[in-house]
Structures are given as C-alpha cells and as structure tokens.
C-alpha cells in the first residue's frame, strides 16, 4: 500500500511539472538556505545549536545562515522571554508562504484526479482520504511531542 502512496505522490509533483507550476524557480535562494527555510517552518521554531544539528552543518555556519534569512526576512531572531542567553529563530511570513508554495499541491490537479475516479467509488475514495488525513494528524502529533 505505501508503495501505491509514493506512487500517487510521485504522479501529483509530475501533473505539476507538466502543467508548469514549478515554484522553486522562482526563488533565489541556496540550497542551505532553503533547507533552513523549511525546518524552521517545520517546526515553528528553532535555536542555532537545533538549527545546525536539523541541516548538519557547523554551529559556527549557523551563524552567517541566520543572517543572510533575516536579511531576506524570512527569518527573525526572538529571545527567550524566560532565558536572556536563549535566541530562537522564527520563520517569517515571507518564509511561511514559500514553504506553503513549495509544498502545496494545486486544488486543479487533485480535482481533475478525483474526477477520474468513477463516481461509484467516489465515496470510498473520500473515506479514505479522511482515514489517511487522520492518521497523518496523529503523527504529526506524536512527532512533535517527541522533539
């Protein structure tokens, strides 16, 4: 069954490459930046030290990284209101939005699938969905609670 998901997975990025909804090329980011733009909207939140380990790199390149994003505004330094030596870097809305873009699969394409789908099973199909959406939740959840 997780085969048949990465499958459907792999045909909606697909869709979207032929329909030439192709968002990165709009951004003018590196690599490393961009990878730092999506854990920080991951996780909501994150200390340089958190930062480093999430994109394996140096604590000492976490640094000039940060300050590149909040140069970009996609990223701003908060400091901890219980802890003065605590800085947590904070996405942005600009880095929000991206990551929103970067991940979203257009409505068109999921409604043009779905009406491939027979109408007899259309149900079945929601249910599903639902089952799926659900347990994704849930594990989130537990992931988050864990980190």
Do not use: F
């Given at each position: 069954?997780?085969?048949?998901?990465?499958?459907?997975?792999?045909?909606?990025?697909?869709?979207?490459?032929?329909?030439?909804?192709?968002?990165w090329r709009y951004l003018d980011l590196t690599m490393a930046q961009l990878k730092a733009v999506m854990l920080l909207c991951r996780t909501g939140r994150a200390r340089s030290r958190e930062l480093a380990d999430g994109?394996?790199?140096?604590?000492?390149?976490?640094?000039?990284?940060?300050?590149?994003?909040?140069?970009?505004?996609?990223?701003?330094?908060?400091?901890?209101?219980?802890?003065?030596?605590?800085?947590?870097?904070?996405?942005?809305?600009?880095?929000?939005?991206?990551?929103?873009?970067?991940?979203?699969?257009?409505?068109?394409?999921?409604?043009?699938?779905?009406?491939?789908?027979?109408?007899?099973?259309?149900?079945?199909?929601?249910?599903?969905?639902?089952?799926?959406?659900?347990?994704?939740?849930?594990?989130?959840?537990?992931?988050?609670?864990?980190?």
């Amino acid at each position: 069954m997780a085969s048949n998901l990465v499958r459907l997975v792999q045909a909606l990025r697909a869709i979207q490459v032929c329909r030439g909804q192709l968002p990165w090329r709009y951004l003018d980011l590196t690599m490393a930046q961009l990878k730092a733009v999506m854990l920080l909207c991951r996780t909501g939140r994150a200390r340089s030290r958190e930062l480093a380990d999430g994109l394996g790199i140096a604590p000492s390149a976490a640094t000039p990284l940060v300050d590149r994003l909040v140069e970009q505004h996609l990223a701003r330094r908060v400091d901890d209101e219980d802890d003065r030596r605590i800085v947590w870097i904070h996405p942005t809305r600009k880095a929000q939005a991206i990551y929103d873009e970067l991940l979203h699969t257009s409505e068109d394409v999921l409604n043009d699938i779905i009406t491939e789908v027979p109408a007899k099973d259309r149900k079945a199909v929601r249910e599903a969905v639902q089952l799926l959406a659900d347990a994704a939740s849930r594990v989130l959840a537990k992931d988050k609670g864990s980190s």
